[in-house]
Structure formats: structure tokens, C-alpha cells
């Protein structure tokens, strides 16, 4: 009888590893759930605001929106779990790269199957509309390529497919990404607030990711820099963007962004927040010195 508990045990185990909250050693893992609670929370929101009569008139419209949003915003978690590590020594966001990724594609397929809800389900009817309207389009082939890094992102899919090779196919998130925030732009019309803030927290991302490949892992001052640099990119295609767009004249948007009564300009939230991973680095570092002192 040993043998048969031995191997229920084992099979316990296997199915465990599998578990979204579990690490590999089949034990609770703090930093995965946090961020599993953290990924469904939206989900549970929209659900419970659904049930109550929360989303308004147009409820099909809310949820496509709100879904899409979270959409963008995971995607830009994917892609700040590797910067976080670095920065702040932290191999344990290792763990959560998968989960959140593998998230990014569902959640936008959950926003193109909202779509076809909002359009009764007809399907030649979406078909045409895809093909025919551009933002539709780059959409769609984003999740097209969302579905094929969630369907090689298991450990099968690697050892399969090689190292080098994963990795090549696993960059075209990057393109894939800046199609979704061109698809937002194009979602957003006249309010283009959001889309400004997450193209600079965008650009922050790959600038980081350009100079380490070049320059190895930026310094304390080299992250003040890249914080600096966003900033003023982002301020700078703001004022740009809208000046063209509205006809205003150029010095007058550069003004608005020190005008407080207009609210905080985006470029500001990406200051603040790539010097915020420069603090947390300094401290983190500070930290490792008392440590080895």
C-alpha cells in the first residue's frame, strides 16, 4: 500500500505545481497570490457592477472599455516585472512574469468577445468590421500575437522551441504592445490623457531596456535620467500631439504643463514614478550595504 499512497502523493503534488498561487516547490507562494487577488480583483468588480446595474446605460460599451483598459495596463505590468527585478533585487517577480502575461491575452480576448456581444454575435457582421476599420485591425493582430506567447509560455514551449529562439519570439511583445496603445489612442478620441500617460510609462520601459542592453544595468544617476528623459519626451509629445491636432499654438501647450489648475499632466505622473523606482533602488541597495556591513 506504500507505494500507491507514495504515488497519490506525487500526483498531488504535480497537480499543486500547477496551482496559480503556488511556487514550484507546490508551497503558497505570498508574492503570487497578491498578484493573482490583484489580477481577478477587476474582474470581480465588473461582475458585482454587472449584477447591480453599475455600468450605465450602455452597458455593453462600459465593460468593453473598462476591460480594455486593464488590458493595456496589465501589459504594462508584463513588462515592468523585469525592470522591478533588476532594480531592486527582487528574483522572486520572477515568478509572477508568467501569470500576469498569460493575463494580458485573456483579458483582451474577454474585450473582443464583449465586442461581439455588443454586436449581437454576428459574426460576418465583426469580421467585416475588423477588416474594414483600422483600429479594429491592429487590435485583432495584437491578440494574434497575444495567443502565441500565451501558447508558448509554458516550460514545455521552451525547452521545444530553444532558448534563443523563446526569447526571439517572446520580443514581439514589444511591437504587440505598441499596437495595443495605438488602438487605445484610436479607442480614446478627444481625451487622450490616459494614452499619453501609459506611452510614457511605455517609453520609460524600453529606454530602460535599450540602455542595459548597450550600457548594462543603468546606475542610481542613470535612472534619475531615464526618469527625466520620459518626462520631458512625454510632456513634449503631449503639448506636440495636441497642438497639431487642436491648432493651438505650440507655447501654450508647453505652458499647460506647469498649469496646476488643469490637473497633473501625464509627464509629471512619469517623473514621479520612474523616480520612484530610482528611490526604491537607492534604499534597496542601502539595504544590501547594512546587510554585508
Known amino acids: 500500500m506504500q507505494p500507491i499512497t507514495s504515488g497519490n502523493q506525487s500526483k498531488r503534488r504535480a497537480i499543486a505545481d500547477y496551482y496559480p498561487w503556488t511556487d514550484r516547490t507546490g508551497r503558497v507562494s505570498l508574492v503570487k497570490t497578491v498578484v493573482l487577488l490583484a489580477i481577478l480583483t477587476p474582474a470581480f468588480l465588473l461582475i458585482f457592477d454587472t449584477l447591480v446595474g453599475k455600468l450605465s446605460a450602455r452597458p455593453w460599451d462600459v465593460a468593453i472599455h473598462r476591460v480594455g483598459w486593464w488590458s493595456v495596463v496589465f501589459l504594462l505590468a508584463s513588462l515592468t516585472v523585469t525592470p522591478l527585478r533588476r532594480t531592486l533585487r527582487w528574483n522572486g517577480l520572477f515568478a509572477v512574469r508568467r501569470m500576469i502575461g498569460v493575463s494580458v491575452f485573456f483579458t483582451v480576448a474577454l474585450h473582443l468577445l464583449l465586442y461581439m456581444g455588443q454586436q449581437a454575435w454576428d ?25 502565441a506567447l500565451a501558447a508558448t509560455s509554458t516550460d514545455g514551449m521552451v525547452r521545444r522551441l530553444g532558448g534563443k529562439r523563446w526569447q526571439l519570439l517572446h520580443k514581439l511583445v514589444y511591437p504587440i504592445s505598441l499596437l495595443a496603445l495605438v488602438h487605445f489612442f484610436l479607442q480614446s478620441k478627444n481625451d487622450v490623457t490616459e494614452p499619453i500617460l501609459f506611452s510614457g510609462l511605455f517609453a520609460w520601459l524600453m529606454l530602460y531596456r535599450v540602455w542595459r542592453w548597450r550600457l548594462g544595468d543603468p546606475s542610481l544617476g542613470g535612472l534619475a535620467a531615464l526618469a527625466i528623459a520620459t518626462a520631458l519626451l512625454t510632456g513634449a509629445g503631449e503639448s506636440i500631439g495636441i497642438a497639431l491636432t487642436h491648432n493651438v499654438p505650440l507655447s501654450v501647450m508647453l505652458q499647460s504643463q506647469f498649469d496646476p489648475s488643469i490637473g497633473i499632466r501625464p509627464a509629471w505622473w512619469v517623473l514621479g514614478a520612474g523616480l520612484a523606482v530610482t528611490v526604491s533602488s537607492a534604499i534597496r541597495q542601502y539595504q544590501r550595504l547594512l546587510a554585508s556591513a
Open 123 to 147: 459574426l460576418p457582421k465583426i469580421a467585416t468590421e475588423i477588416v474594414l476599420r483600422f483600429y479594429l485591425a491592429i487590435g485583432f493582430v495584437a491578440l494574434l500575437g497575444l495567443a
